[in-house]
């Protein structure tokens, strides 16, 4: 996979090569390792129960730095909650995916290690929290579960890829839109947290021009 470049205040921001892991061995709404009997298709179906259970659409599918795929967890999840068959999923806002910076430190596929790592072995995989790939949340009272729809969604499937290809372009930032809408002291506390990974980042590029400067 070879990313796109982009300009961020001025500087441009380059990601030739591949990543370490593929976006697509990820699911695109939980974010975890998928093997690869327990991937599924993002399909139209999919699409309208993640914007029913969430309140926003699936976007990014147009990218490259983005997850095609998703899990059978979260799909049987979601097709159980619509019919009333169950208690939903265990977070009310899903992986919010954004354009990397760079390999090294903000590159969800790169910097989670799955090598080696086998059906047993997922539970100890630790993944990252970063400005790219902001890890889901827990229902709580703030974010509670939602009630499904009177009526099930049809499986019709004849979007056009205009609608697609206009969602992508405005979904992004809409898990993170929803959940603020839904609880005001989540968007505080994402803020606070992105803070603290900006002040971590700074600090740390202070240390290594002050330990340059020294030598």
């Not at 001025?10 to 090569?17: C, I, T, W």
């Not at 998703?70 to 169950?86: D, I, M, P, Y």
């Not at 790939?133 to 969604?153: D, G, K, T």
Request: hydrophobic share 30%; proline share 7%; aromatic share 8%.
């Amino acid at each position: 996979m070879t990313h796109s470049s982009s300009n961020i205040k001025g500087y441009r921001v380059k990601m030739p090569r591949e990543c370490k892991n593929s976006p697509d061995k990820f699911c695109y709404i939980c974010g975890s390792v998928t093997l690869r009997q327990y991937k599924r298709q993002l399909t139209q179906r999919v699409k309208k129960l993640y914007e029913l259970y969430f309140g926003c659409k699936v976007g990014d599918q147009d990218k490259s730095w983005a997850p095609h795929i998703c899990c059978v967890r979260c799909t049987s999840s979601l097709s159980a909650w619509v019919k009333g068959k169950g208690t939903g999923l265990m977070f009310g806002v899903p992986m919010v995916w954004r354009e990397p910076k760079d390999h090294s430190t903000d590159c969800y596929f790169c910097l989670t290690d799955i090598k080696g790592r086998n059906r047993k072995g997922k539970k100890s995989i630790v993944y990252p929290d970063l400005q790219s790939a902001i890890r889901p949340v827990l229902h709580s009272s703030h974010i509670p579960v939602p009630q499904p729809p009177s009526e099930l969604p049809s499986d019709d499937t004849s979007n056009s890829d205009d609608s697609e290809s206009q969602d992508a372009t405005v979904a992004v930032e809409s898990p993170l839109l929803c959940a603020s809408l839904k609880s005001p002291t989540f968007l505080v506390n994402l803020l606070l947290a992105l803070a603290r990974s900006l002040f971590k980042s700074s600090m740390a590029a202070l240390r290594i021009l002050l330990n340059c400067s020294v030598g």
